[in-house]
Each structure stands twice: as C-alpha cells, then as structure tokens.
C-alpha cells in the first residue's frame, strides 16, 4: 500500500480518537501516544531505507565492447568533454530563465537529453556526489565525506577516478579539472595523476576576492572559473575538461534556494556556461564536443542540504553534442555517478569494471 494511504488513514483514526466523546481522557493518550511514535518511527525508517538504498543503484546500460566498436565506427565518439559542474543547484535550472543552458542542451539543432530529476546520494553532501560522480560508485564504496575530502588525498585505488583511468590507458593526453571548491582537486581527484593539470581558481585569485563576503567572492571566483576554463580550451584542448561552480551553494546556505539570490547565482553560473560555450564556437569545437551539466545536490527553500527529500535530492543532469547521437528529451532513471559512465562512452572508452554507474536510458540513439 502506497505510504501516502498509510499515513493518511493513520492520520484519520487519530483524529477519530482525538474527537472521540465517549472515551476518557487517559483511554486516548493510552492510544494516542503509542500509535504517534510507531508512526513516527516508521516515517523515518522508511525515509532511511529509500535514501540508504533505493536511490543510489544506477539502473542504465553498462556499454558492451560490440556497442562501444559500433558507435566508433559510426563516428559518434567525441574528441572531448566538457563538464560544467554547478555545485548545490539542484534541479533548478529547469525552474529559471537560463538562455545559456537552453542554447547548450535545450536547442533544436544540437538535440539534449535532459533531466532536473536525477538522483543525488546520500547523504545529499557535496563530497559524497562530486566523488561518486568522478569515481564512477555509489558513496558508500568510495567513503568520501567533505571532512574525509577536505583533510586528506583520496587514496583508494579500487575505485579510480574517470581521470586516472583515463590517463592511465592514454599516456601524454591532457585533462583539466578547473575548481571553485579546491576539495575537488586536494581530496576527491586521486593525486600523480600524468596528464592531468589542477587549476584551484580560488588561489589565483585570492587577492582579489579578500575582503569580500562568502557570496560576493565565490560570485567572482566563479567568474575567473570560466575564464581559467576558456584559457585551458585554447591553449591546451582538454580531453576531458571538468569545471566547478559554487556560487549557487553560497547563495542557498545563505538565503535558500527561494530567494532571489539564489536566482542570481543561477543566472551568473548561466552566463558563465555561455561564456565557454561561446568560446568554443570559436574554435569550431562545438560539434565534437560533448557537454554536459550536472549539480552535486540541491537547497531547501529556506537553505541547507543533506537529506533525502525531493528539493535536495533532484540534480540536473544534462547531455548534449553534435554527434547526432543524443535523444532529446529526458532520459531513463538518473544517478549522479552515471556522469562517469556518460564521458567514458563519449570517448568510446570501456568502463572499469569496478564502476557501478551506467549510462541512462534514452541518453543516446546506440544504446536506448
């Protein structure tokens, strides 16, 4: 029976006792008590059995080697892929004006596949995300935590970052992982990885953003991300080119994310994807490109993260190239480690068995 029935019709025989005349006072809260506690409990079990298990299994297709030699041969594998990571956005970004989102992953002739409902793990915590997403497992196998992240490298080589597996296989090729939140680059990402260059924006320039507050520095930050991410496109062209925002996050601890703050943070993370879209454009790099946007968690209205309801727990995950091989549209059931999976069989790369993710159904024409 749906949970919702449950508690409703539980609700209802409270409310008959509560106005029940004919019983005495201590008769109801002989029942009352017992019955609101067991309902209690069994709100929050059932809350912790689906956010512990049910919504951290990648449900897609793990590419086989027959797939993976026929979008080769089809010419649908990309040159490189470019990430826009927007830390604490959520599901947002399907909710507000965002042109340069649109442009990218909602136009007609680039096609995109599309969700604002992909599943955050929990805890819905930024270490546990970023980690899953890059590592390609659930949290509960890569053990991140932003005080593990935050204090120490990631050093577990069972689960090896879609960078190291990356580098490992192609040896002299070029990746960057350009940062607001150095976590990403310190204590997430592996450490020795050849061919990879950490670019930590918040150190470049930490001149220029002392003296302002929490918002207004990520705010500026994120400005130089792009900028730093842009210069990388033209100087180095990046396989794998992985970008992070945090103003948005900034803005929903603060204010929430139904504050028109957090609505300006969205929109300058929005530019600043034009901003490096545009720039590839330039470069005539766009259709063999793959780009995708995806949000580690997301905000209560009033702010803050980290359990298993709805507004936390819907990311957006979205897809798009010049390929032709992109469904538009939304895509099968989503998990934030699936992105692991997605830029791997963008390369034409097989996954490592170690990885849980899978791509989505319904992401692309080979394997829906």
Known sequence: MHMRLVTARLLAFLRRIAYNDDMTKKKKLLIFI?????????VVAVSLLGALFWNRFSRGVVPTEAQLAAVRAAGQTYDRVVIFGVDGAGGHFGEMDTPSFDRVFLSEERGGSVTYEATAQYPTESAQNWGSMLHG???GKHGLTNEIASSRPFTD???PSLFK???ERHPGAYMASVVDWDVVNGGIIEQGIEGLTRINVGELVREEVSGLDWYASEYAIDTAVAEEAIRELRENDPVILFTHFDCVDAAGHLWGSGSTKYEEAISHVDDQIGRIF??????GITDSTLFICVSDH?????????????????TTFAVAGGK???ISGTPGYVVTQDLASVVFYALGERQPDAWDSSVPKNMFTGLA
């Open 278 to 283: 545009d720039a590839c454009e330039e470069m």
């Open 137 to 139: 497992v659930r949290s």
């Open 165 to 167: 597996v990356y580098a």
């Open 157 to 159: 080589e069972r689960y």
């Open 34 to 42: 017992p019955l609101s506690i067991l309902s209690a409990l069994v």
């Open 324 to 326: 032709g091989n992109v």
């Open 298 to 314: 997301g905000h209560k209205l009033t702010g803050g993260h980290g359990r298993n309801c709805p507004v936390v727990r819907h």
